[in-house]
């Protein structure tokens, strides 16, 4: 037995010398391959001018079988939503109108908006026809082809149509629409519409959404820049609307026009709003605050948008003195002054140096004009 234990001990040495051998020719072989050597590591804010230098003037490793990966290509897009500029030229405004059956107010609403005086190039337009049984999409199209034309310098950028029926049979009719019973399912309805037409339309240079209903007959053509100008995250003008038992926004506003001009651009905060002329700032919209199809805190569409924005923060504001006329609506008498917005700040200058005058020529008085 002692003789195969001492005849297996060598032979046990034998083969730990074959292996470092072995291990030593492997390295003087690859001797000659490039070594990389990392410096300690640090992070990159901390890296200074000298350890960046060192590790680009390391070789190239030319043991990698892949070739380089160049990123440039047309269908990989890169969008810098915290800097405006990409915008190309002002503040990009969509006008969004969701329509139904709506084929008699298609004329007087082309010829409205044609007469905005915001820069037609830098606004787009989107519709969404849905469940109509007239032809509203046939005249729309129309309409939109005249506006269109390469022979018409107001065009606007880009027009957009949707198509989308959501099986909606309730009736249209006037009294049917503003009828209290009604709201639910109609609100429910229309807020699935918007929705769609918003997520289909808004693109990230849109800056504001300004919705807009078919069925406005009579607006100051300045209505975009001077709701633009309260820069307010949703802002409305003063409008009719069903009773809810809550004061109204026009109930508010000045009998006598001279005051109601006088306090054109008065703000009021509201807590809940209408469809027929709503501006909102984009990215309210790109945080999620929709036109819920669903009871949000009791409300649906409009109201429950304006619901859930101040529930998310923002705030919801509207002009009593600044109105816009719906087909339906009787309202008092309006804002509509020739000479536009330049006017009305015209006749606010005025009444300001009256007011200093009476008083000496010392100070001045501040009028209510909100974000003017």
Same mark, same amino acid.
């Not at 969509?94 to 908006?113: G, M, N, Q, S, V």
């Not at 004061?247 to 109601?260: E, G, V």
């Not at 009021?268 to 209408?274: T, Y």
């Given at each position: 037995? @002692? ?21 030593? +020719? &492997? ?21 200074? /001018?000298?350890?960046?230098? #060192? ?12 070739? /380089? ?19 190309? =030229? ?15 107010? %298609? ?13 037609? @190039?830098?606004?787009? &337009? ?19 082809? !005249? ?5 018409? /310098? ?19 009719? *006037? ?8 709201? $639910? ?8 519409? !918007? ?6 339309? %808004? ?23 001077? %709701?633009?100008?309260?820069? !307010? ?35 009021? /905060? &509201?807590?809940?709003? =209408? ?12 945080? #999620? ?14 109201? #429950?948008? +304006? ?29 509509? *002054? ?12 005025? %009444?300001?140096? !009256? ?14 004009? $909100?974000?003017?």
């Amino acid at each position: 037995m @002692q003789s195969r234990s001492r005849s297996y001990i060598p032979s046990r040495r034998l083969y730990y010398l074959l292996l470092f051998l072995l291990v030593v +020719a &492997l390295w003087r072989w690859t001797n000659g391959w490039h070594c990389f050597l990392c410096s300690k590591s640090k992070p990159p804010p901390t890296a200074s /001018p000298k350890d960046v230098a #060192g590790l680009s003037s390391q070789p190239p490793n030319l043991h990698n079988p892949h070739a /380089p990966l160049i990123v440039e290509s047309p269908t990989i897009e890169y969008l810098d939503l915290d800097n405006s500029s990409f915008t190309n =030229g002002g503040d990009r405004v969509l006008i969004l109108t969701p329509l139904r059956d709506a084929a008699t107010h %298609l004329e007087t609403y082309f010829k409205l908006i044609q007469e905005l005086s915001y820069p037609h @190039q830098s606004i787009d &337009l989107a519709f969404l026809v849905g469940d109509s049984k007239d032809d509203t999409l046939d005249v729309l199209q129309d309409q939109i082809k !005249r506006l269109q034309a390469p022979s018409n /310098p107001t065009r606007y950028r880009s027009a957009m149509v949707i198509e989308k029926d959501f099986g909606d049979n309730l009736p249209q009719t *006037v009294e049917y629409r503003h009828s209290f019973e009604a709201q $639910g399912p109609r609100r429910k309805g229309i807020g699935r519409s !918007r929705n769609y037409l918003l997520y289909t339309a %808004l693109k990230p240079e849109h800056k504001w959404v300004y919705w807009r209903d078919v069925d406005i007959v009579e607006n100051p053509s300045t209505v975009i820049e001077d %709701l633009i100008g309260h820069n !307010r995250d949703v802002i409305v003008p003063s409008y009719k609307e069903y009773r809810t038992h809550r004061t109204y926004l026009n109930w508010m506003a000045h009998d006598n026009r001279q005051k109601r001009l006088k306090h054109l651009h008065r703000e009021v /905060p &509201l807590d809940g709003i =209408g469809g027929v002329n709503i501006l909102v700032k984009a990215d309210v919209h790109r945080s #999620g605050i929709n036109f819920p199809c669903y009871p949000f805190e009791n409300q649906a569409d409009t109201e #429950g948008f +304006a619901a859930m924005a101040k529930r998310a923060g923002y705030g919801v504001w509207g002009l009593p003195n600044y109105v816009v006329w719906h087909v339906d609506t009787e309202e008092k008498e309006g804002n509509m *002054v020739k000479g536009g917005r330049e006017a009305v700040e015209a006749m606010e200058r005025k %009444l300001t140096e !009256r007011k200093g005058r009476r008083k000496g020529g010392k100070g001045s008085v501040k009028l209510d004009g $909100g974000g003017v």
